[in-house]
């Protein structure tokens, strides 16, 4: 299933998230760190979403904005540090 991903960001932090029916059912949250530095604090998805793919949306969104601008990703969140660990040649040019 394909999410429209949306972006909200403020000085130094953001979010990826997708929306229904005006309501946050998924989201990516990072910081962003003048070291050129994303870091990816957590990853969260409702019920609904889980197993959708909906996560991984999310982290493919927050991959693409840091190779846009060329950041390097630290995965603190658990399934993005998994994910990034598992599949590690498809984001060894973003991980920190």
Known sequence: MEFEIKQEEKESQGEFYVEQKEEKTGSLRYLLFGSGRM??????????????????????????YARERSLKIVPLCPFAKAVMTRHREQYEDVLA
């Open 39 to 64: 870091i990816i604090q957590h990853t969260e998805v409702s019920r609904d979403l889980q197993g959708s793919g909906a996560s991984h949306q999310l982290l493919d969104a927050a991959v693409d």
